[in-house]
């Protein structure tokens, strides 16, 4: 190991955060060669510890030694027991120059023709030893100057010695070795060790037991290589290398040249047979060409024909389905080198594609049993204003916005126009406040040029490996506002919700249909145990729900219906007693403060000939405002009535002995 990498394990077990048998294997997993950095980010990469600014001070701390020189011990050396002295047996620990006594002769004396049986020979003096020359020690160097060591700065992913995988000797088959319980990353690297000093072939890392290793996918390479319907999926053996060799960091946002390309819908019969550079100015043209038609998604996939969306509807763009090889070609055209590798060795990949015209799109790219497909969203160029998205209640929604802590969720179905919304929203906050606003998302889809507030932007992927370290960072980093691109697991709704608590104002989204549901699934997640204080966190932080739905309009187009939702008293009394259910009647009361229900918003849509009959029914809830529509009843529905009727699907109560 380089003896930078000594110094710091050495450190490290001075501070109790390793012992010299974990030092051991973390030297094979991280190669001998491996400098000191690659070292400290496995401590964090195999959760040894998660204190970043602890392994930071380690690192400084190591940096500021002498390198020239080891420290007093080597944690990567195990230490050896001490040998027993061997003693001879008395006779033989006589030293060469003491003579030893002749036995005492015995009564009876052997005859002098027979020879005796040990002869003793005069001991030979030791050979005179010279006196080695005295050497003059010259001062040793001193060591260079090195710039500080940080964590911070390595934002590319570590490049690590691995072992190549030797190709499986042929032996009888065995039953696969169960693995021990409470195995992880040190059995692992235990394992590791014991096949090197055995010499038995690696293992990657991550492959099971007795499952194939990645030197048997050659055949799915090469069936790949063909296009073959039945193995044009197959991940090339390098990837599935690759991709069992632990995390791996995304790579960076690649900006594609559009120099040479015009907005232009290609005739996808004519592009097979063309070179790269060719197809890559028509995947170029198509995507622009979309842009500028209105489509929201354009959808290329092996052995389908295809189609783009324009306002959620699906409109083909050819009579014949692509090739798997065109396919992969067209979206191969669009990325870069590291791109392209991270793709085939995961099989999936969320990035952001950026033009340099100012062009964006949010693009997925996955594999299926034909080969591969690729989804291109566009992004808006210019961020709207909520007036301009067609919220009703804008001055509400910019009343949320001005407070200093507190939580916010947008909510809505899939293609709901959610990102879009939270674009306005950052969009406001910068024209309005000064703060400094950090936005977490996976990928970035809009960019923002900082204005009043000073704006940071982080993908999940490229920048940071998860929404929960993001966040765990960013509360670090002096934000007065946070937001999160998407809420999807435990640790980032709990994270999300003591920030809220703690002097910050979070902003989020969660895909759910309204007010109740989004609170259901905010405090569902969270263990039984923990749920009410989770309720009384909420109850306390919540600022308000904006949730929205887009309908069909008739002139062809989509129109915005939204729901939302204010903290007051009595909405914090049903969070906390866990009466979600309630929460229709408590915000038609609170129409007079801003609130407003979905059945409200889709009536008025109705009401001013924005949406047909069949859409209304198919998406309000309410029986009442149902009859209306259909004709049935009298006229508008009265507040009183829409009242008795809003949560007709609430539980029913439940009835006593006495009742």
Same mark, same amino acid.
């Given at each position: 190991?380089?003896?930078?990498v000594?110094?710091?394990?050495?450190?490290?077990?001075?501070?109790?955060?390793?012992?010299?048998?974990?030092c051991?294997?973390l030297?094979?997993?991280?190669?001998?060669?491996a400098?000191?950095?690659?070292?400290?980010?496995?401590?964090?990469?195999?959760?040894?510890?998660?204190d970043?600014?602890?392994?930071?001070?380690?690192?400084?701390?190591?940096?500021?030694?002498?390198?020239?020189?080891?420290?007093?011990?080597?944690?990567f050396?195990?230490?050896?027991?001490?040998?027993?002295?061997i003693?001879?047996?008395?006779?033989?620990?006589?030293?060469?120059?003491?003579?030893?006594?002749?036995?005492?002769?015995?009564?009876?004396?052997?005859?002098?023709?027979?020879?005796?049986?040990?002869?003793?020979?005069?001991?030979?003096?030791p050979a005179?030893?010279?006196?080695?020359?005295?050497?003059?020690?010259?001062?040793?160097?001193e060591?260079?100057?090195?710039?500080?060591?940080s964590?911070?700065?390595?934002?590319?992913?570590?490049?690590? !010695?691995? /072992?190549?995988?030797? %190709? *499986?000797?042929?032996?009888? &088959? #065995? =039953?696969?070795? +169960? $693995? @021990?319980?409470?195995?992880?990353?040190?059995?692992?690297?235990?394992?590791?060790?014991?096949?090197?000093?055995?010499?038995?072939?690696?293992?990657?890392?991550?492959?099971?037991?007795?499952?194939?290793?990645?030197?048997?996918?050659?055949?799915?390479?090469?069936?790949?290589a063909?296009?073959?319907?039945?193995?044009?999926?197959?991940?090339?053996?390098a990837?599935?290398?690759?991709?069992? !060799?632990? /995390?791996?960091?995304? %790579? *960076?946002?690649?900006?594609? &040249? #559009? =120099?040479?390309? +015009? $907005? @232009?819908?290609?005739?996808?019969?004519?592009?097979?047979?063309?070179?790269?550079?060719?197809?890559a100015?028509?995947?170029?043209?198509?995507?622009?060409?979309?842009?500028?038609?209105?489509?929201?998604?354009?959808?290329?996939?092996?052995?389908?024909?295809?189609?783009?969306?324009?306002?959620?509807?699906?409109?083909?763009?050819?009579?014949?389905?692509?090739?798997?090889?065109?396919?992969?070609?067209?979206?191969?055209?669009?990325?870069?080198?590291?791109?392209?590798?991270?793709f085939?060795?995961?099989?999936?990949?969320?990035?952001?594609?950026?033009?340099?015209?100012?062009?964006?799109?949010?693009t997925?790219?996955?594999?299926?049993?034909?080969?591969?497909?690729?989804?291109?969203r566009?992004?808006?160029?210019?961020?709207?204003?909520l007036?301009?998205?067609?919220?009703?209640?804008?001055?509400?929604?910019?009343?949320?916005?001005?407070?200093h802590?507190?939580?916010?969720?947008?909510?809505?179905?899939?293609?709901?126009?959610?990102?879009?919304?939270?674009?306005?929203?950052?969009?406001?906050?910068?024209?309005?406040?000064?703060?400094?606003?950090?936005?977490?998302?996976?990928?970035?889809?809009?960019?923002?040029?900082?204005?009043?507030?000073?704006?940071?932007?982080?993908?999940?992927?490229?920048?940071?490996?998860?929404?929960?370290?993001?966040?765990?960072?960013?509360?670090?980093?002096?934000?007065?506002?946070?937001?999160?691109?998407?809420?999807?697991?435990?640790?980032?709704?709990?994270?999300?919700?003591?920030?809220?608590?703690?002097g910050h104002?979070?902003?989020?989204?969660?895909?759910?249909?309204?007010?109740a549901?989004?609170?259901?699934?905010l405090?569902?997640?969270?263990?039984?145990?923990?749920?009410?204080?989770?309720?009384?966190?909420?109850?306390e932080?919540?600022?308000?729900?904006?949730?929205?739905?887009?309908?069909?309009?008739?002139?062809g187009?989509?129109?915005?219906?939204?729901?939302?939702?204010?903290?007051?008293?009595?909405?914090?009394?049903?969070?906390?007693?866990?009466?979600?259910?309630n929460?229709?009647?408590?915000?038609?009361?609170?129409?007079?403060?801003?609130?407003?229900?979905?059945?409200?918003?889709?009536?008025?849509?109705?009401r001013?000939?924005?949406?047909?009959?069949?859409?209304?029914?198919?998406?309000?809830?309410n029986?009442m405002?149902?009859?209306?529509?259909s004709?049935?009843?009298?006229?508008?529905?009265t507040?009183?009535?829409?009242?008795?009727?809003?949560?007709?699907?609430?539980?029913?109560?439940?009835?006593?002995?006495?009742?």
């Amino acid at each position: 190991m380089r003896p930078e990498v000594i110094w710091f394990a050495y450190l490290a077990v001075q501070r109790g955060v390793l012992d010299e048998e974990t030092c051991r294997r973390l030297s094979v997993a991280a190669g001998d060669n491996a400098d000191v950095v690659t070292f400290a980010e496995l401590l964090l990469e195999y959760t040894i510890t998660d204190d970043f600014d602890l392994v930071q001070q380690i690192l400084d701390e190591a940096a500021a030694q002498d390198w020239s020189t080891l420290p007093p011990s080597d944690p990567f050396k195990p230490v050896e027991p001490a040998k027993p002295r061997i003693s001879l047996p008395s006779r033989a620990r006589k030293g060469a120059d003491e003579q030893v006594p002749p036995p005492e002769p015995e009564p009876e004396t052997p005859p002098a023709s027979e020879p005796p049986l040990f002869r003793e020979e005069e001991p030979t003096p030791p050979a005179p030893v010279e006196p080695a020359p005295k050497s003059v020690k010259a001062p040793p160097p001193e060591p260079p100057k090195r710039k500080p060591i940080s964590l911070r700065s390595s934002n590319a992913p570590s490049k690590r !010695a691995k /072992p190549e995988p030797a %190709p *499986p000797a042929a032996q009888e &088959p #065995t =039953a696969p070795e +169960k $693995p @021990a319980a409470g195995g992880g990353f040190l059995d692992e690297i235990a394992g590791l060790v014991q096949q090197i000093e055995t010499g038995a072939p690696q293992k990657s890392r991550g492959a099971p037991a007795g499952q194939p290793g990645p030197a048997n996918n050659a055949t799915g390479d090469a069936g790949a290589a063909q296009g073959n319907a039945g193995t044009a999926g197959a991940p090339p053996a390098a990837a599935v290398a690759t991709a069992n !060799a632990g /995390p791996v960091i995304r %790579p *960076p946002e690649h900006v594609v &040249p #559009t =120099a040479s390309a +015009k $907005p @232009a819908l290609p005739r996808f019969e004519q592009l097979d047979q063309l070179p790269s550079e060719q197809l890559a100015r028509h995947m170029v043209g198509l995507l622009m060409a979309a842009t500028r038609d209105g489509a929201s998604d354009v959808h290329l996939s092996a052995a389908s024909r295809p189609f783009v969306r324009e306002q959620g509807k699906i409109r083909y763009l050819g009579p014949n389905p692509l090739s798997p090889r065109l396919v992969r070609h067209l979206v191969r055209s669009v990325l870069s080198t590291e791109q392209w590798q991270h793709f085939e060795a995961e099989n999936d990949f969320d990035f952001g594609l950026a033009f340099d015209n100012g062009m964006r799109f949010r693009t997925n790219l996955m594999r299926h049993k034909d080969g591969v497909q690729g989804v291109f969203r566009t992004v808006r160029a210019e961020v709207p204003t909520l007036e301009e998205l067609g919220f009703s209640d804008a001055e509400r929604i910019r009343k949320l916005l001005s407070y200093h802590n507190g939580l916010i969720l947008v909510t809505g179905p899939l293609g709901s126009g959610k990102t879009t919304t939270l674009a306005a929203m950052i969009g406001e906050l910068n024209e309005k406040r000064q703060d400094h606003v950090i936005v977490l998302e996976e990928p970035i889809e809009n960019v923002f040029a900082s204005k009043q507030c000073q704006i940071t932007q982080r993908s999940v992927g490229p920048h940071t490996r998860s929404f929960k370290k993001a966040l765990k960072g960013a509360l670090r980093q002096d934000p007065d506002v946070i937001v999160i691109g998407e809420m999807r697991d435990l640790e980032t709704i709990e994270m999300a919700i003591s920030a809220s608590e703690t002097g910050h104002l979070v902003i989020g989204t969660m895909h759910t249909s309204d007010s109740a549901t989004t609170l259901n699934r905010l405090l569902d997640v969270f263990p039984p145990a923990q749920q009410p204080q989770i309720r009384a966190m909420v109850a306390e932080s919540l600022r308000g729900i904006v949730c929205q739905r887009l309908l069909p309009a008739q002139d062809g187009g989509v129109a915005l219906a939204s729901e939302l939702l204010l903290r007051n008293m009595a909405v914090s009394v049903l969070i906390r007693e866990g009466k979600t259910q309630n929460l229709g009647n408590v915000m038609e009361t609170g129409k007079r403060d801003g609130m407003r229900l979905m059945d409200s918003s889709i009536l008025d849509l109705w009401r001013n000939g924005r949406i047909s009959d069949e859409v209304a029914s198919a998406n309000l809830r309410n029986r009442m405002l149902m009859r209306e529509i259909s004709g049935e009843g009298t006229g508008g529905a009265t507040e009183d009535e829409f009242a008795s009727f809003n949560n007709f699907n609430a539980a029913p109560k439940k009835r006593g002995l006495f009742r």
